[in-house]
């Protein structure tokens, strides 16, 4: 089966600039977290979705945006591109949340000019 | 709110030694912790998951274990081998039912090099 897919690879934007990421889950799991890892730390926590419904955010500004689509693929949004958001964005998929394990996919590498 | 501290941050071995990573927590109400490994440029593999009713958990060369009473958490990998090169993330998921929607609380990781 195949694991969390995430597009594109690699991006390079310029500040001000807006960003689509997306992702798809593994077959059966219903809910997509998003993560932000800056160069040298760990992930933190952006979004959590589960049957399309935002179910957790954490402190991120609101130029950060997602959605579920039904077929409980992901898009991250990010307005006003900033230097600072260069970093690599993670997508997780679990069951469902809480007590399950999440299975990341090999993120995104976003670069700010 | 819940910070992981994960000691050392960087750790070089010769191959076949047994190691232990260390991971620390703040709060003790935490649902579960699981450990990942991550290769450069890669995305998070999942290595072991605890859950909080659970003390250890155990696959292949790999154990981890968990105590809640001390906020810690050790994964201890037996025989190393230059396979093993890696950094090693320790996250947790707060609350005491597990369906709150904060994510996972990561620590910075520990970056393991296996000599050969």
């Known amino acids: 089966d195949a694991g969390v897919t995430q597009s594109p690879t690699h991006l390079i934007k310029t500040r001000g600039q807006h960003v689509t990421l997306r992702c798809s889950p593994i077959?059966?799991?219903?809910?997509v977290s998003w993560y932000q890892q800056v160069l040298g730390q760990g992930p933190q926590f952006i979004f959590q979705y589960y049957e399309k419904e935002e179910r957790g955010r954490g402190n991120f500004p609101d130029r950060f945006s997602a959605r579920q689509f039904p077929n409980y693929s992901s898009e991250l949004n990010v307005n006003a591109l900033l230097l600072g958001d260069s970093a690599l964005y993670l997508c997780?998929?679990?069951?469902?949340?809480?007590?399950?394990?999440?299975?990341f996919g090999d993120g995104t590498r976003l670069s700010i000019l | 709110k819940q910070e992981v501290t994960q000691i050392p941050a960087a750790l070089s071995v010769p191959e076949g030694e047994n190691l232990v990573l260390n991971c620390s927590f703040t709060d003790s109400a935490i649902y579960n912790l699981q450990w990942f490994r991550q290769d450069p440029g890669k995305g998070l593999t999942s290595l072991l998951l605890?859950?909080?009713?659970?003390r250890e958990q155990t696959s292949g060369r790999l154990n981890a274990s968990l105590d809640k009473s001390s906020g810690r958490s050790t994964l201890y990998i037996a025989a190393s081998q230059p396979g093993d090169s890696a950094t090693y993330l320790c996250?947790?998921?707060?609350?005491?039912?597990?369906?709150?929607?904060?994510?996972?609380?990561f620590g910075k990781g520990t970056h393991l090099i296996i000599q050969p």
């Open positions: 077959s059966g799991h219903k809910s």
């Open positions: 996250a947790g998921k707060e609350g005491y039912s597990g369906g709150g929607a904060d994510g996972l609380t």
């Open positions: 997780a998929s679990s069951l469902r949340p809480g007590g399950q394990p999440q299975h």
């Open positions: 605890i859950q909080s009713s659970q």
